[in-house]
């Protein structure tokens, strides 16, 4: 079985992907995708216009929950989901709501003004209350296993850790259920591998291209500290 990533180089669902085949051990094709100004032959292999895309042979697949469903039931003896049944759908239904959540800090980080800024950065805590009821004080989210969940989760804490770094801002300050488990699943050698070496300059860029106002505010104080 031939297998093609195709991806971008910050995506988070590609990163999801990305972790998983590192998890198991999957080799694949990678190619780069140039999201910012795509190439018609891409446009008529992707659907949706998205990345990941998954070549496997000459079938395409879409949508980065299934592509990952798929080469996880590559090695079904070593599945990263739940064996009980109605456990592996009420993850399922998480990974899913994750997904929102990946979006809502995406436009969080995006804002153009403080305002809207802030309004956002309330949507994302709201969804973050809701997810802390929902986690354990337990190593990760079934438990002692590493599991899908968590390497779902994993773009998304690797971003709320980049934050604090480069903007001062720690999204998850008053969720300590969820700090830990993120402080968890970011010290998993899969997790690391996940990411380009660059993550931080790359965020950098596609924030500054959007004109997102933590880029503006963060270049304006870097001029300021600069000038004293
Ligand atoms: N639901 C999709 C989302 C994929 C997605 O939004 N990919 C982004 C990059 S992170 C993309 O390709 N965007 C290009 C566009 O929307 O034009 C999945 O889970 O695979």
């Given at each position: 079985m031939h297998l093609v990533l195709y991806g971008?180089?910050?995506c988070p669902f590609v990163e999801k992907v990305n972790i998983l085949l590192d998890e198991k051990n999957i080799h694949v094709e990678r190619v780069y995708v140039d999201i910012r100004n795509k190439p018609d032959w891409f446009l008529k292999i992707s659907p949706l216009g998205k990345v990941p895309i998954l070549r496997v042979d000459d079938v395409l697949l879409f949508?980065?929950?299934v592509i990952n469903d798929f080469l996880d039931s590559l090695s079904a003896a070593t599945s990263l989901?739940?064996?009980n049944t109605i456990q592996k759908h009420l993850n399922k239904s998480w990974i899913e709501w994750g997904s929102t959540l990946i979006?809502?800090?995406y436009d969080m980080t995006l804002a153009k003004d403080k305002e809207s800024f802030l309004a956002k950065r309330l949507l994302v805590e709201q969804k973050l209350s809701i997810l802390q009821e929902q986690v354990k004080n337990s190593p990760f989210f079934n438990g002692e296993h590493f599991s899908m969940i968590d390497l779902t989760y994993a773009p998304l804490f690797k971003r709320f850790d980049r934050l604090i770094y480069l903007y001062s801002i720690d999204l998850l300050?008053?969720?300590?259920?969820l700090k830990q488990w993120s402080k968890?699943?970011?010290q998993r050698p899969s997790v690391h591998?996940?990411?380009i070496d660059n993550f931080d300059e790359e965020l950098k860029i596609l924030l500054d291209l959007k004109g997102s106002y933590l880029e503006e505010q963060n270049k304006t104080t870097q001029k300021f500290d600069?000038?004293?």
């Open positions: 971008f180089r910050i949508e980065s929950t989901y739940p064996t979006l809502a800090t300050a008053n969720y300590p259920t968890n699943v970011l591998a996940g990411f600069r000038s004293i």
